[in-house]
T-cell receptor
Framework: NAGVTQTPKFRVLKTGQSMTLLCAQD?????MYWYRQDPGMGLRLIHY???????AKGEVPDGYNVSRLKKQNFLLGLESAAPSQTSVYFC???????????????FGDGTRLSIL | AQSVTQPDIHITVSEGASLELRCNYS??????LFWYVQSPGQGLQLLLK??????LVQGIKGFEAEFKRSQSSFNLRKPSVHWSDAAEYFC?????????????FGGGTRVLVKP
């Protein structure tokens, strides 16, 4: 009964280093999302995917790349980390949208990332 | 584009007292509306959602929310707060024709519960 699993849970990077955050979901959801959470700003969408092999930009995509090679996995990459990317990152997934309703998103527990 | 405002950054309430969290949204039509709760160190958990129909929505943990179209609001309420309700609460809005079930979140309201 894992739901959405994020790895790692914590990470400290130096400016300019690169890393990849992994999100895995076992609910066979079509849609997946990456958010960042900063104090007082709620969650802001970085990138999202509506299906395997497809990705799209969200509200704050600059400095990040994503890939969805498998339906159950959604990777978030930082090519050259900057202090402004210090944040808590959340992954979420959602089933297909219904015709007359929407589907809620299911969240992982987050990755706390510090860039020095 | 839609937006969400949660006017109260922090609220302190005594255990057993009632709680109301405000949420105002901006959207050109009737939106999909959600309330999520985040306990420390955890992800977000869905409390309740509004899609259509009855404007008073019941959720988990004894919470309810009322959609008021005329006020563009979706306030969250609980009649009697428990210490375990201390958390951060987020209101979110989704556009009815948005690709991929995308949501826009408010800035959150942190609730502290006094014994």
């Amino acid at each position: 009964n894992a739901g959405v699993t994020q790895t790692p849970k914590f990470r400290v990077l130096k400016t300019g280093q690169s890393m990849t955050l992994l999100c895995a979901q076992d609910m066979n959801h079509e849609y997946m999302y990456w958010y960042r959470q900063d104090p007082g700003m709620g969650l802001r969408l970085i990138h999202y995917s509506v299906g395997e092999g497809t990705t799209a930009k969200g509200e704050v995509p600059d400095g990040y790349n994503v890939s969805r090679l498998k339906k159950q996995n959604f990777l978030l990459g930082l090519e050259s980390a900057a202090p402004s990317q210090t944040s808590v990152y959340f992954c979420a997934s959602s089933p297909l949208r219904q015709v007359y309703s929407n589907q809620p998103q299911h969240f992982g527990d987050g990755t706390r990332l510090s860039i020095l | 584009a839609q937006s969400v405002t949660q006017p109260d950054i922090h609220i302190t309430v005594s255990e057993g007292a009632s709680l109301e969290l405000r949420c105002n949204y901006s959207y050109g039509a009737t939106p999909y509306l959600f309330w999520y709760v985040q306990s420390p160190g955890q992800g977000l958990q869905l409390l309740l959602k509004y899609f259509s129909g009855d404007t008073l929505v019941q959720g988990i943990k004894g919470f309810e929310a009322e959609f008021k179209r005329s006020q563009s609001s979706f306030n969250l309420r609980k009649p009697s707060v428990h210490w375990s309700d201390a958390a951060e609460y987020f209101c979110a809005v989704g556009a009815r024709k948005a690709a991929g079930n995308k949501l826009t979140f408010g800035g959150g309201t942190r609730v502290l519960v006094k014994p």
